[in-house]
Nanobody, 113 residues
Framework: VQLQASGGGLVQAGGSLRLSCKAS????????MDWYRQTPGKQRELVASIRSSGEQNYVDTVKGRFTISRDNVRRTTYLQMNNLKPEDTAIYYC????????WGQGTQVTVSS
């Protein structure tokens, strides 16, 4: 299983970024895909999930600003992040659980005030 994340960067508060995570080695369409984030000294936090059905879930702090989606043909999960805030600054990881946890390599998102 491999998860290849991309799309992070530096953006001003109020700006937008879109993260992508391309998966290989799994039956992508059957799996729940997640985005987590982590800042130094804190535990990794679940930000958003999307089930195989398309059902989405979000942590309260990003509701209304972030949208998770998936393209089963491209085997890719996206995280559209709008109205970014400095507190969204973190390393973002895509994740899938298939008998164990699999993580992408992480992509840095930095939001300046």
């Amino acid at each position: 299983v491999q998860l290849q994340a991309s799309g992070g960067g530096l953006v001003q508060a109020g700006g937008s970024l879109r993260l992508s995570c391309k998966a290989s080695g799994i039956m992508f369409s059957l799996n729940t895909m997640d985005w987590y984030r982590q800042t130094p000294g804190k535990q990794r936090e679940l930000v958003a999930s999307i089930r195989s059905s398309g059902e989405q879930n979000y942590v309260d702090t990003v509701k209304g600003r972030f949208t998770i989606s998936r393209d089963n043909v491209r085997r890719t999960t996206y995280l559209q992040m709008n109205n970014l805030k400095p507190e969204d600054t973190a390393i973002y990881y895509c994740h899938v659980f298939l008998h164990r946890d699999y993580w992408g390599q992480g992509t840095q998102v930095t939001v300046s005030s």
